[in-house]
């Protein structure tokens, strides 16, 4: 399936829309603080709606969707449990990291432990979190591309990542900062006009909105049971644990808290489920040659729009879907340039002596080779579902940076090396374990059997960082400073 002139061209215009916003964001982005943290210019609803865009990110609006409609109500784990996360971020950390950083999270630990490993420490997991976040955007961009337009997987895949390098190099925090306004204030408005003109087809009554979505499977009862989509209770405590504590721990969430004025602001600052069953599973007309959803579960989202609107919605949800992904990864490069410019180069390796305009030179050009491994990326995991593909960082944020924020801001015993060694146990005890998981192991890599049966492991890499954490704090108190 491919979309008509009216889409296409609807699409077009939102593009062109965020292109003149980061132009115009261009001026704006010239020094270090407005490069990073827009000189602290956002108000308080500003940015509270680029947050609330953070969250409404591919995994949220084309992954939550795509989950349900591949699995029934167990979608539920991931359109709610995402949630549960930002309470822990707005009260334990909104109003500390803006009173005590500056652009990114070693700022603040930094602050009372020692500042090379630190830096050197966040800069590693910085971006190998937002480097698997990456992921999960390029593969539903790259999906909503081929679907829109017609064209290879591959060649979508490149043009996202294009954009998504112009947007950070010449934009920065301001570019990002509005496109995710505008697209979270057009995408909340389009996902509640979906919801009504869903509900208003079954006589807005939820219940047999759920039975007609049931009526689809062979076995409508396998629709209402959960318990397919998580295997064991491993998986299940480490799928909860990376919901409520990974959105404390990713990089481009906390760098929003750098972008008010002051601690203050800071502070203050089922129904698409189910019809993507109900409609899109019966609908032909978004099956390809082999009879299958075209673009896979992942474009569910974008045909109920198609079926309720016609084109025109069709276009506009597409074309917001995909200021989504754009916005959203551009934050998760930004995060991951700013961790290899400001942390590792100026304060790694030149001590905090390197120039502001060399940093910021240097960030743009780590936006260029990180856009790079992004299309790669996007390109190896193009078959898992978005969904998916979203909760891997948040298992590898709570099992490192949550952590070692929470005790550096929570807990004065903890030093330096408790701090490092804390972190790199929680991270590279996530990374190893996910990567030999089922779903990496054998969909992605290809390989017959995993090595390990589970694809959350967050309870033993999070539980280890703590451990770890503690126990050499303990050990090394006495020869190094906590304060």
């Known amino acids: ?250 990089p481009h969430v906390l760098m929003r808290f750098f972008t008010v004025g002051d601690p203050v602001k800071a502070r203050r600052s089922l129904v698409l489920g189910m019809g993507a069953v109900a409609l899109v599973s019966t609908g032909a007309h978004f099956r390809d040659a082999h009879a299958t959803l075209a673009g896979g579960a992942n474009m569910a989202a974008v045909y109920i729009a198609w079926y309720l609107g016609g084109n025109a919605l069709f276009g506009i949800v597409s074309a917001v879907a995909f200021a989504t992904i754009l916005a959203v990864v551009s934050g998760l490069t930004l995060a991951a340039a700013s961790a290899v410019s400001h942390d590792f180069y100026r304060h790694f390796l030149k001590r905090g002596q390197g120039s502001e305009q060399v940093e910021v030179r240097i960030s743009r050009a780590a936006t260029l080779l990180i856009g790079c491994a992004a299309i790669a990326s996007g390109v190896l995991f193009r078959n898992q579902n978005v969904g998916f593909l979203a909760t891997l960082p948040l298992v590898l944020a709570a099992s490192c940076t949550f952590p070692i924020l929470l005790l550096g801001m929570y807990w004065r015993g903890l030093t330096t090396q408790g701090a490092v060694a804390g972190g790199l146990v929680g991270l590279c005890v996530a990374t190893v374990l996910i990567v030999l998981g089922p779903k990496v192991w054998m969909q992605s890599l290809g390989h017959t059997t995993a090595v390990t049966p589970h694809d959350y492991p967050t309870i033993l890499s999070m539980g280890l960082a703590f451990a770890i954490a503690w126990l050499v704090s303990l050990a090394t108190r006495k020869s190094a400073p906590t304060s």
């Open 1 to 250: 399936m491919s979309a008509d002139l009216t889409a296409i061209a609807i699409f077009v215009g939102f593009i062109i829309v965020t292109l003149a916003i980061t132009a115009w964001a261009s001026r704006r982005a010239r020094t270090a603080a407005q490069f990073y943290a827009a000189e602290g210019a956002i108000s308080p609803w500003q940015n509270g709606l680029a947050i609330a865009g953070d969250y409404l990110s591919a995994g949220s609006f084309l992954g939550s969707i795509s989950v349900y409609f591949a699995f029934g109500v167990d979608g539920l784990l991931y359109a709610v449990g995402a949630a549960s996360g930002w309470p822990v971020v707005t009260c334990l950390f909104a109003e500390r990291l803006r009173a005590l950083g500056r652009y990114t999270t070693a700022d603040v630990l930094s602050r009372r432990l020692a500042d090379r490993p630190i830096r050197a420490l966040t800069a590693v997991s910085t971006v190998l979190i937002c480097g698997s976040y990456l992921i999960a955007q390029m593969v539903g961009a790259g999906t909503l591309v081929q679907v829109l337009f017609g064209i290879p997987y591959t060649g979508a895949v490149v043009l996202v990542g294009a954009l998504m390098t112009v947007y950070v190099m010449f934009g920065g925090m301001v570019a990002t900062t509005w496109i995710q306004i505008v697209k979270a204030s057009i995408l909340l408005a389009a996902a509640l006009l979906m919801s009504l003109l869903l509900l208003g087809r079954y006589g807005f009554s939820l219940a047999s909105l759920a039975a007609a979505a049931a009526m689809t499977r062979a076995d409508p009862q396998s629709f209402l049971r959960t318990g397919g989509l998580l295997h064991g209770w491993i998986d299940a405590v480490g799928l909860a644990l990376a919901f409520a504590f990974g959105p404390a721990g990713m």
